[in-house]
């Protein structure tokens, strides 16, 4: 049986609009509550532990109830956060770009941690895009809802949001996108996509907002977003 809703998505990091009560940080992280299979999972962990606890918290959620946890790509304000969480959580599974690998297993040499090259299912409809080779690796996260539609999740997009959008695009149509657009201004990628939600690093969030304004939506730390 399809559940009614089929993703959750929290945003535990960020320091735009905060509301009451959540710590503001520079850095992002997304908390994902999955309704096909009943799992927690965070997308990136900020730039400190102890904001992030407290964010995810605020939320009631159980930090060593979270399953997975998926780093975008080794900047601090998007990787900080996970030695918090391995405290708390120590066999959690974590998903890092292939390059940063061998680093993250370095630091944290008992931990669980995949290297990711190619797009896979993580879980149930929960997949990562695979690493985009660029200077900096990345990966982002795609949901597929129970429409088969898809939901970007995207740190910083270092080597261009496009190249996300344009794998994306392979499997099925998007609905919605949140995260780091970085320097992103190719607008006609975003033409077709119902929600617009650029936050963290996003240099141009007034252009989005102005050329897409039924579209664009303001992503502020605290907000949970059900599709
Ligand atoms: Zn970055
Ligand atoms: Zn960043």
New binding site residues.
């Given amino acids: 049986m399809k559940p009614i809703l089929s993703f959750e998505i929290s945003i535990v990091f960020d320091d735009k609009c905060p509301k009451p009560g959540f710590i503001p940080g520079?850095?992002?992280s997304a908390l994902i509550f999955n309704h096909f299979t009943g799992e927690f999972s965070l997308f990136d962990t900020g730039g400190k532990s102890n904001v992030l606890i407290h964010n995810i918290k605020k939320f009631n959620v159980d930090i060593s109830s979270i399953k997975h946890v998926i780093i975008s790509h080794n900047?601090y304000?998007?990787a900080r956060g996970l030695e918090g969480i391995i405290q708390i959580n120590p066999s959690v599974n974590i998903y890092v770009p292939i390059n940063d690998l061998k680093s993250f297993s370095r630091k944290f040499p008992n931990s669980r941690i995949h290297g990711i090259s190619e797009m896979i299912e993580i879980e149930k409809n929960l997949v990562s895009s695979g690493q985009i080779k660029d200077f900096i690796p990345e990966q982002s996260v795609f949901l597929k809802t129970k429409e088969n539609e898809l939901i970007i999740l995207v740190?910083?997009a270092h080597p261009g949001l496009e190249k996300f959008i344009t794998k994306a695009q392979s499997i099925a149509k998007i609905k919605a996108i949140i995260g780091?657009f970085?320097g992103f201004r190719k607008l006609s990628y975003l033409e077709d996509i119902e929600l617009i939600g650029a936050c963290?690093?996003s240099r141009n969030i007034n252009l989005f907002k102005k050329s897409f304004p039924g579209q664009f939506k303001r992503i502020c730390l605290g907000d949970n977003y059900s599709f």
């Fill in positions: 520079f850095g992002f900047h304000d998007h740190g910083c780091g970085h963290h690093c």
